[in-house]
C-alpha cells in the first residue's frame, strides 16, 4: 500500500466514473470507462491484491469495454444525457 | 474543520470515495434515461463496493498474498521430520505481513457476477433497441403506453 | 422527475453509508476485524487461510487456494453465474435460423477454418493485412499466455479465470481481425456451448469424486488414492488446479460466446 | 359427565356425506343411481349419530382428537360429541333424509339444471354441518363453520340469474366478511387469554380476568361473527339467500346454515364464556336486548311481506333470536328452552318452507295474495301447514309449544319482565302473520280459473297436489312435529345433559 | 451417499443444467427427461433432508471438509424451516417443469434446451439460498437466480417482457449490491462469513452488535431483500417481470423467488444478527410492520384495479409478501408471528403456484388472460376450475385451505404484540381477496360463453396434445394446497421446534 499513490489513483478515478457518466457520446463513455476499468485495476495492484487486479485488467479493462462497444455498433451512439 | 478531516476523512480515505462513486453509480443506474449510461452507472456502483472490500483487507506494509515458499517448505519439513501438527506454530507466518487473502477471493466472484450480469444487460438493450429503435426510457415506456400488446 | 428520486435516494443512501465510516477501523490497520479476528468467534479465518494454506494445500497463492479450495463451494456456483449469462444471452438475443442454412455456414466456415482468413465470411472482403498479421503473432502469444496463466495460478497471480478471459480475449480479437467466421471456425456454437456446459460439469464432477471416497463434497484430499500422490495436500494441489481448468473452459467459451452473440445482434454473420 | 370415549363415530359421522360426493359425480348421468346414493348417505349418517345417541344419553362424551400430540399449546382438529352437538346433529341428520327425497321430487318437478352440483354442495354442506356439530374446538369449529358458508353458496345462487347472484353476494359479504372480520380476531383473542381453544368441562374464559368493555367487544364479536344467526342489523343476506331453490331454503335456511349459526352463539355462550363469567359481568343483557329487537322486528317486518318465503325468512330471523334470547337469558329453563327450540323449530319451519316449495312445484305461485282458496286442492300440504305454523306460533299440541313454554319460564325466572313481553308479543305476531295464509287457503273463495286454464297441461280439477316425493315429506316433518309434543324426552335429556352434566328426573 | 443430502439437493439440478446443455442441442427430446430425473432426484433427497431434520434435528454440512476452525469453509444447514423450504422448493419446481413441457419448444425449437437449463440453474439457486449457512454464499445464488430470472423473463414473447427484465436487472443488482454491502459492512466488524460465527461473536461482544457498523450491515441486508422481494415501496419491478414472462417460468419464479428472499431476511435476521434486533427495539419493528402493513395495502389496492389475471396475481403477492415481513417483525414473545411467516412461506409457494398454473393453463388453452375473457369459462374446463377455485380459496383464508393457517397463526403474534394495524390490514386483505377471488368465481361459473370462442377453442392446436401435462400439475398443486391445510400440524411442530428451541442458541459450534 502507498499512500500518495492511493489518493491520487482515487481521485482519478472519481474523475474519469464522472466523465464516463457524464459524456453524451456513448463510445466515448464506453473507452473512458475501460480507463476507469484500468485505473481501478491499479488501485488493486497498490493495494496488493494482485489477483484482483489480474481479473479486473482482462474483465474491466478488457471484456467489458468491448461487449459494451460492441453493443453501441449495433444500437445507438448518442445519448440524451 | 481540519482537526476533524484529520480524524475522519484521511483515515477512511478509501471508505469515503468508496461511497462518493457508488453513489454516482447508483444515481446513474437509476436516474438516467440512456439504458448503457444506466449500465455504465450499474458497473461504476459495483466496483465501488469491491474497493470497499478490498480496502478493508489492507494491511499497512504488508505483501501480496503469495507465502513465501521457502518459510512453507521449512514447516512442511518439520512436520515430515516428526514435528506433527505443530509445523504451523513452530515455523508461524505472520499474517501481517501479507494482505488478507479473503476479501480478494470474494471480490474475484463479485467482478465475474459484475460482467456476467453486464453481458446479459447488453443482450437485453439490443433486443430493446431491435424491438423498439430507441434506447431512451422515456420514449420506450411511451411506446409502450400506445402499442397494443402483442403477445 | 426520475432524477429527482435518484438524488434523494443517492443522498439518503449515502448519508447511512457515511454515518457508519467514522467507526471504521483505520484503513490499512493490519488488527481491524476483517484482518485478525475479533474476541468470541473462531479464529479469524484469514489469519488461519495465510497461516495454514500452504501446509494444507501445497499452494503458495493464498487467494487460489481459498478460491478453489476452501470457499470452493463459492467458486462453482461463480462458475455456474458464467454459464448462465452464456445461456441467458443466447436465450435472449440469439436468432435461430434454420437447420439447412446453419449446416451451410458451418461447412463453409470448416473449409476456410485451416488457414488464417483475412476476408469476412460475408464477404464484405475487407482487406486487414496489418491487422491480420498482426493478429496472427498476437493471438498465439496471447492463447499461451492464457494457458500459462491457467497452470500457473498456484504460485503466481492467476488462475482459471484470468486465464480463461485471456484466451476469451484472443478469440475476439480473431473476430475482430478476421471476421466473426474465422473465430467460429475455430470454436463453433456448438462447441463453445457444450465447452461451456463441460466446464462446470468438470468442477462439479470433480468435487462429485470425493462423495465416492466417503468424504464430503469438494473435498479434493480424498483423491489421494486416486491421484497417487502420497499425501492429501498434494491431492488438493491437483484438485485445485483441475477446477481451475474447468472454470478456464467456462470462461473461455462464455467470454467469446458474450462477445459473438453482442457483436452481431444474435445472428453470428458478419461483425462488427 | 367426566368419562369420555375415543371413537372415531363422529369422524365417520362427518365424512359419510363427504364419501357421498364423488359417488355422486361418478353417477352424474344416471339420476337414478346419483339420488340413491344421496339417500343411502343421509341413512348412513343418520345410523352413525344414532349409534352415538346412546353414549351421550348415559352422560358420556366421544372425544377425538385428529392431528393432535404436538407441543406448546397448538390447536388439533378435535372432535367432542356432548349433549349440544347430539341435540344439533340429530336434528340434522334426521332432516336430511326427508329433504333429500323432497328435492327429488322438487328438482324433477321443475326440470332443473345442474342437478348434480345441486346434490354434490348439498352433501358437502352436511359434512360441515356435522362438523360444527361435533367440534371439539372453537378452531374446528371455525373451519367447518367456514366450509359450509362456502359449500352452500352455489345453492344460493342456483339459478345463476342477477337475481341470484346479487343474493349470493350479499350471502357472501355477509357470512364470509363478518366471519374473517370479526371471529378470526376473536377467536385468537381468546387462544392469547387462555391458552386453549377446547371446549371442555369448564368454559374457555372462565378463570380469565376479562374486563366489562373486553368481555363486550368478545361476545359480540361472536354473536355478529357468526352472522348466520342473522342478528339484526346483518340479517339482511337471509331474505337475499331465498332466491335459491327451496330444498336449500328449507334445509339450510330452517335447519343447517341458520341454526349453524345459532349454535355457535350457544356454543359461545356455554362454553367460551361460561354462564358464570357471563352473568357475573352482566355482558348478557346486551346480547339479550339486541336479540329481542330482532325477534320483535323481524316479526313486524314479516308481517309486511307478500312473498311467502321472504314472510318464512323474516320468520326464522325472529326464532332464531327465541333461541339467542333464550340462551343470553342465562337461567336453566331459558336455556332449556332455547336447546329444545333448536330441533322444535326445525321441525315446523322446514314443514313450512317444504309447503311452500310443494306450491311453487304444483301451481308456481310465490305471493301470499295468490294463494286463496288452494287449501282445498292441496289439503295435505295446508294441512301440514297449519301443523308446522301452529308449531313455530307455538301453540300446543305441537312441540314449540314446549321450547316456548320453557322460554316464557326462563325469563320470568330472570325477572325480565320486558323480555318476557318480547317473547310473548312475538308470539302473538307470529300468529298474525302465519295464519291469514292458512285462512284465505282454506276460507277464501277461489280467483277466476280462467289463468290456470290456460296452462295447459296441469289443469285438472279438484286434487292438484304436487309430486309425491314432495309430499310425503312434509307430512312427515309435520307429523314429527306433533309427536315431538308428545314424546319430547330425547331432546329433553339431551338438553339437561348440556345444563346439568347427567340426565335430569323432570 | 446418505450422508451427503444436503448438497445433493443443489447439485442435482446442477448436474441436470450441464447434462442438458451438453446433450440437449443435439437432441432436444432428451432435455426434459434429464430436467425431470434430476428435480426428482432433489425431490428424494430434499424428503430425506426432512425427514433427518424431523428425527435427529439440524443438520451441518461442511463443504470441502472443512470443519473447524469454524468459518473457514462453507457450511450448509438444514434446519426445521429451510428443509421443508426445499421440499416445497422441490415440489413447486417439480410441477412448474411438467407443466412447460416442450411449451417454450413449439415456437423457438433451438432455444429449448437452454429454457431447461435456465429453469435447472434457477432451481440450483433457490436451493442453494435456502440450504446455505455462509452469508456470502448467499449473494452468488442470489446471482444465480437473479441472472436465470432475468433470462426467463427476456425470452416472453411480448415486447414488454424485454423491458420488464431490463427494469428488474436494474433494480435487482442494485438489490443484491446492496445486499453484498451489507454482508461486507458485517465482515467489516467482525471478520467473519460464516452465519453461525457471526452470531456468536455478536452475542459475545455486545458493543460490536450495538456499533453503528452492524446498523449499517442490517439496514442493507434488509434494503437488498427487500428489493429482491418486492416489499412496498420496492415492488416496482414485480408485476411487470412476473405477468410478462412466459407462464413456464412465471410458474417458477412467482412462487418461489419473493419467498426465498423472505427466507433469506428471517434467516439473516434469526441466525445472524439474532431476534434481539426486533424485540429490543420496538421502534424499528414498528416501523417494518408499518411497511408491511403499506405493502399489504398497496397489493391489495393495486390488485383490485386491475383487470388482467396474471397482473393481479403479481399485485397479491406484494400483499403477501407484506404478511411475511410483517408477521416476522411481529417481536411477540410466544414466536407465533414467526411461525406464521415461515408456515406462510411454505402456504403462499403452494397457492401461488397453483393460480400461476391455473392462469397458465387458461391463457394456453382458451386464451384467456383477462377478466372478460374468463366468461363462462369453468364450465368448460371443470378441473382447472376447480384447482384454481381452491387456490383462490387458499389465498382468501378459507379453512381448511393452508392460507386459513397461516393466517391464524399471524393473527395470534399480532394480538401477543399488540399491532392491531396489522391486524386490520391482514383482514381487511382477505376481504379485497374474496372480493377479487369471488368476482372471478362468478364471471367464470355464471358468465355465458362466449359464441365466438367456441371456435377458437376448436381451432387451438395446443389444447389436445398437452393439456394433460398442463392440467395434472395444477390439480396436483391444489391438493397440496389442501393437504397443507389439512396436516399443518406436524409442520407446524416441525417449524415451532426450529423457531422455539434453536433460535436462541447462540452457538451451532462445538
Known amino acids: ?81 | ?151 | 422527475m426520475q432524477k429527482l428520486f435518484a438524488t434523494i435516494a443517492v443522498i439518503i443512501t449515502g448519508a447511512i453509508l457515511l454515518n457508519a465510516v467514522e467507526d471504521f477501523p483505520r484503513f490499512g490497520d493490519p488488527h481491524s476485524p476483517p484482518n485478525s479476528g475479533v474476541s468470541g468467534g473462531s479464529v479469524s479465518s484469514s489469519v488461519h487461510y495465510l497461516q495454514n494454506t500452504y501446509l494444507d494445500t501445497r499452494v503458495p497463492n493464498v487467494v487460489t487456494a481459498v478460491l478453489a479450495d476452501y470457499r470452493g463451494y463459492d467458486t462453482l456456483f461463480e462458475t455456474a453465474v458464467i454459464l448462465t449469462a452464456g445461456i441467458a444471452v443466447f436465450a435472449i438475443l440469439r436468432v435461430v435460423r434454420r437447420k439447412d442454412e446453419e449446416e451451410s455456414t458451418g461447412s463453409e466456415e470448416k473449409a476456410c477454418s485451416g488457414e488464417f482468413s483475412t476476408s469476412d465470411s460475408d464477404g464484405e472482403g475487407r482487406h486487414r493485412v496489418v491487422v491480420g498479421t498482426a493478429c496472427r503473432v498476437v493471438v498465439p502469444l496471447a492463447q499461451l499466455f492464457g494457458f500459462y496463466i491457467i497452470a500457473h495460478g498456484h504460485p503466481s497471480p492467476g488462475g482459471g479465470f484470468q486465464g480463461g478471459v485471456v484466451l476469451g480475449t484472443s478469440f475476439i480479437l480473431l473476430a475482430l481481425a478476421g471476421g466473426l467466421g474465422s473465430a467460429l471456425g475455430r470454436l463453433r456454437e456448438d462447441m463453445y456451448l457444450r465447452l461451456a456446459c463441460l466446464g462446470v460439469f468438470i468442477y462439479a464432477g470433480i468435487g462429485l469424486l470425493s462423495l465416492f471416497f466417503r468424504r464430503n463434497f469438494l473435498d479434493y484430499g480424498a483423491l489421494s488414492g486416486l491421484l497417487q500422490t502420497g499425501g492429501e495436500e498434494m491431492a488438493r494441489s491437483h484438485g485445485i488446479f483441475g477446477v481451475e481448468l474447468g472454470v478456464a473452459m467456462t470462461v473461455t467459451s462464455v467470454m467469446f460466446a458474450l462477445f459473438a452473440n453482442l457483436s452481431t445482434r444474435g445472428e453470428l454473420k458478419g461483425g462488427l | ?506 | 451417499m446418505s450422508e451427503h443430502l444436503p448438497v445433493i439437493v443443489v447439485l442435482a439440478p446442477l448436474f441436470g443444467a450441464v447434462i442438458v446443455g451438453f446433450f440437449g442441442t443435439r437432441d432436444r427430446h432428451l432435455c426434459f427427461p434429464i430436467a425431470l430425473t434430476a428435480l426428482a432426484l432433489s425431490f428424494v433427497c430434499s424428503i430425506g433432508v426432512v425427514h433427518h431434520v424431523a428425527t435427529v434435528g439440524a443438520w451441518d454440512y461442511f463443504v470441502g471438509g472443512w470443519e473447524s476452525p469454524h468459518g473457514v469453509g462453507i457450511q450448509l444447514r438444514a434446519d426445521g424451516v429451510n428443509s421443508l423450504l426445499l421440499l416445497a422448493i422441490a415440489v413447486v419446481a417439480l410441477l412448474a417443469l411438467v407443466y412447460s413441457i416442450r411449451q417454450d419448444g413449439e415456437k423457438d425449437a433451438e432455444k429449448s434446451p437452454f429454457f431447461y437449463v435456465l429453469f435447472l440453474l434457477l432451481c440450483v439457486g433457490l436451493f442453494g439460498i435456502t440450504i446455505t449457512g455462509d452469508a456470502f454464499n448467499v449473494y452468488v445464488l442470489i446471482e444465480i437466480t437473479a441472472l436465470t430470472s432475468y433470462g426467463l423473463v427476456a425470452i416472453g414473447s411480448s415486447r414488454r417482457s424485454r423491458v420488464a427484465a431490463f427494469q428488474y436487472l436494474v433494480i435487482g443488482t442494485v438489490g443484491a449490491s446492496f445486499y453484498l454491502i451489507g454482508v461486507g459492512y458485517l465482515y467489516l466488524a467482525v471478520g467473519s462469513l460464516n452465519m453461525a460465527d457471526i452470531r456468536t461473536i455478536l452475542a459475545a461482544n455486545p458493543e460490536i452488535a450495538n456499533s453503528r457498523i452492524i446498523g449499517t450491515a442490517l439496514v442493507f441486508i434488509l434494503l437488498g431483500v427487500w428489493t429482491k422481494m418486492g416489499l412496498f415501496p420496492l415492488h416496482g419491478w414485480l408485476p411487470n417481470a412476473y405477468s410478462y414472462c412466459p407462464s413456464g417460468s412465471a410458474n417458477l419464479m412467482a412462487p418461489l423467488v419473493t419467498k426465498v428472499s423472505v427466507y433469506v431476511m428471517i434467516r439473516i435476521l434469526f441466525g445472524v444478527f439474532g431476534l434481539g434486533v426486533i424485540t429490543e427495539n420496538p421502534g424499528w419493528s414498528d416501523l417494518v410492520v408499518l411497511i408491511a402493513v403499506g405493502s399489504i395495502v398497496a397489493g391489495s389496492v393495486m390488485a383490485l384495479t386491475q383487470r388482467e389475471i396474471k397482473k393481479m396475481l403479481c399485485c397479491l403477492i406484494v400483499a403477501e409478501v407484506g404478511y411475511m415481513v410483517g408477521g416476522t417483525w411481529l417481536g411477540d414473545a410466544g414466536r407465533w408471528g414467526l411461525t406464521g411467516s415461515m408456515y406462510h412461506i411454505l402456504a403462499d409457494a403452494m397457492m401461488t403456484s397453483c393460480l400461476f398454473l391455473a392462469a397458465g393453463v387458461f391463457a394456453k388453452q382458451f386464451g384467456a388472460t383477462r377478466l372478460e375473457h374468463l366468461s363462462g369459462l369453468f364450465r368448460r374446463s371443470p378441473w382447472a376450475a376447480g384447482a384454481f377455485t381452491l387456490g383462490g380459496l387458499a389465498m382468501i383464508g378459507v379453512p381448511p385451505m393452508c392460507g386459513f393457517f397461516s393466517k391464524f397463526y399471524l393473527i395470534r403474534g399480532a394480538i401477543d404484540s399488540g399491532h392491531w394495524l396489522y391486524i386490520v390490514a391482514l383482514l381487511g386483505s382477505s376481504l379485497v381477496n374474496a372480493i377479487l377471488f369471488f368476482r372471478i368465481f362468478e364471471i367464470a361459473y355464471f358468465g355465458e360463453v362466449p359464441e365466438s370462442s367456441e371456435s377458437s377453442e376448436g381451432g387451438c392446436p395446443t389444447r389436445g396434445r398437452h393439456a394433460a401435462w398442463r392440467t395434472a400439475p395444477l390439480l396436483v398443486a391444489a391438493a397440496l394446497t389442501l393437504l397443507l391445510g389439512i396436516f399443518n400440524r406436524p409442520v407446524i411442530d416441525l417449524i415451532r421446534g426450529t423457531v422455539v428451541e434453536n433460535i436462541d442458541i447462540v452457538s451451532m459450534q462445538e
Not at chain 2, 88 to 97: G, V
Not at chain 4, 247 to 262: I, N
Not at chain 4, 367 to 387: V, Y
Open chain 2, 1 to 151: 474543520m481540519m482537526e476533524w478531516i484529520k480524524t475522519t476523512i484521511v483515515p477512511h480515505f478509501n471508505f469515503w470515495i468508496y461511497v462518493v462513486i457508488m453513489m454516482l453509480g447508483l444515481w446513474a443506474a437509476i436516474g438516467k434515461n440512456n439504458l448503457i449510461k444506466k449500465l455504465i452507472g450499474l458497473s461504476i456502483f459495483q466496483t465501488a463496493i469491491l474497493l470497499l472490500y478490498v480496502s478493508m483487507g489492507v494491511k499497512e506494509g504488508a505483501s501480496i498474498p503469495i507465502v513465501d515458499e521457502t518459510m512453507g517448505e521449512a514447516a512442511v519439513d518439520f512436520m515430515a521430520q516428526g514435528g506433527g501438527a505443530a509445523g504451523a506454530t513452530a515455523f508461524p507466518i505472520n499474517p501481517d505481513l501479507f494482505a488478507n487473502p479473503l476479501p480478494h477471493v470474494l471480490m474475484l466472484t463479485a467482478i465475474v457476477v459484475g460482467v456476467a450480469t453486464l453481458g446479459v444487460a447488453l443482450a437485453l438493450c439490443q433486443v430493446i433497441f431491435r424491438d423498439f429503435g430507441t434506447l431512451e426510457e422515456p420514449e420506450i415506456l411511451n411506446q409502450i403506453q400506445t402499442i397494443q400488446d402483442d403477445v
Open chain 1, 1 to 81: 500500500m502507498i499512500l500518495p499513490l492511493d489518493i491520487i489513483l482515487l481521485i482519478f478515478l472519481v474523475i474519469a466514473a464522472v466523465v464516463a457518466l457524464k459524456l453524451r457520446d456513448l463510445l466515448g463513455a464506453a473507452m473512458v470507462f475501460s480507463t476507469y476499468g484500468f485505473l481501478i485495476c491499479l488501485i488493486w495492484a497498490e493495494m496488493g491484491a494482485v489477483d484482483v487486479a489480474f481479473t479486473e485488467a482482462t474483465v474491466g479493462a478488457g471484456i467489458s469495454g468491448a461487449l459494451m462497444i460492441a453493443t453501441i455498433f449495433k444500437t445507438a451512439r448518442k445519448s440524451s444525457d
Open chain 4, 1 to 506: 359427565m367426566e368419562n369420555s370415549i375415543q371413537s372415531y363415530l363422529p369422524l365417520w359421522a362427518c365424512l359419510s356425506s363427504l364419501a357421498a360426493v364423488p359417488l355422486i359425480l361418478l353417477f352424474r348421468r344416471e339420476t337414478f343411481l346419483r339420488e340413491a346414493v344421496t339417500i343411502l348417505a343421509g341413512i348412513a349418517k343418520l345410523c352413525f349419530v344414532l349409534a352415538m345417541l346412546p353414549i351421550i344419553l348415559q352422560g358420556s362424551m366421544i372425544e377425538l382428537t385428529l392431528f393432535g400430540g404436538g407441543s406448546d399449546g397448538l390447536v388439533p382438529i378435535a372432535f367432542r360429541v356432548d349433549g349440544l352437538g347430539m341435540v344439533f346433529a340429530l336434528v340434522a341428520s334426521i332432516l336430511w333424509i326427508p329433504t333429500s327425497i323432497y328435492s327429488i321430487g322438487y328438482m324433477r318437478g321443475l326440470k332443473e339444471h345442474s342437478q348434480t352440483r345441486f346434490y354434490v354442495f348439498f352433501a358437502v354442506s352436511l359434512f360441515a354441518t356435522l362438523g360444527v356439530a361435533f367440534a371439539g374446538n372453537l378452531l374446528t369449529l371455525y373451519v367447518f363453520y367456514e366450509v359450509l358458508s362456502l359449500s352452500t353458496w352455489p345453492l344460493v345462487t342456483h339459478h345463476q340469474d342477477a337475481e341470484a347472484r346479487r343474493g349470493g353476494r350479499s350471502y357472501l359479504v355477509h357470512l364470509l366478511g363478518t366471519s374473517i372480520a370479526f371471529v378470526i380476531p376473536a377467536m385468537i383473542y381468546v387462544w392469547v387469554k387462555s391458552g386453549t381453544l377446547d371446549f371442555g368441562v369448564q368454559a374457555i374464559l372462565a378463570n380469565t380476568d376479562l374486563s366489562y368493555v373486553q368481555g363486550l367487544a368478545l361476545l359480540l364479536a361472536f354473536a355478529f361473527g357468526f352472522s348466520k344467526g342473522a342478528l339484526m342489523p346483518l340479517h339482511s343476506w337471509l331474505p337475499g339467500a331465498m332466491v335459491a331453490p327451496t330444498p336449500v331454503s328449507a334445509l339450510l335456511h330452517a335447519v343447517a346454515v341458520v341454526k349453524v349459526g345459532v349454535f355457535c352463539i350457544i356454543r359461545t355462550v356455554l362454553n367460551v364464556f361460561g354462564m358464570d363469567l357471563l352473568g357475573g359481568l352482566g355482558i348478557h343483557l346486551v346480547l339479550c336486548w339486541i336479540a329481542a329487537i330482532t325477534l320483535v322486528a323481524a316479526s313486524l317486518i314479516a308481517l309486511t311481506q307478500d312473498n311467502l318465503k321472504r314472510m318464512l325468512a323474516f320468520s326464522t330471523i325472529g326464532q332464531l333470536s327465541y333461541i339467542i334470547l333464550g340462551i343470553a337469558l342465562l337461567t336453566e329453563h331459558a336455556a332449556l328452552g332455547s336447546i329444545l327450540h333448536i330441533a322444535m323449530h326445525a321441525f315446523g319451519k322446514i314443514t313450512l318452507f317444504f309447503c311452500a316449495g310443494a306450491i311453487f312445484v304444483a301451481t308456481g305461485k310465490k305471493q301470499i295474495s295468490e294463494l286463496n282458496g288452494l287449501g282445498r286442492r292441496m289439503p295435505i300440504t295446508f294441512a301440514a301447514f297449519a301443523i308446522g305454523a301452529a308449531s313455530v306460533t307455538g301453540l300446543p299440541p305441537m312441540g314449540g309449544f314446549l321450547s316456548k313454554l320453557y322460554l316464557v319460564w326462563g325469563a320470568a325466572e330472570a325477572h325480565q319482565i320486558a323480555l318476557l313481553c318480547a317473547f310473548l308479543i312475538s308470539s302473538v305476531l307470529n300468529g298474525a302473520y302465519f295464519f291469514p295464509v292458512v285462512y284465505r287457503a282454506f276460507f277464501l273463495p277461489e280467483p277466476e280459473m280462467d289463468a290456470i286454464h290456460a296452462d295447459g297441461a296441469c289443469c285438472v280439477h279438484g286434487w292438484r297436489e304436487a309430486p309425491l316425493l314432495c309430499v310425503l315429506p312434509l307430512a312427515f316433518t309435520a307429523i314429527s312435529s306433533i309427536l315431538l309434543f308428545f314424546f319430547p324426552s330425547t331432546f329433553y335429556d339431551l338438553a339437561s345433559i348440556v345444563l346439568h352434566g347427567g340426565v335430569a328426573n323432570p
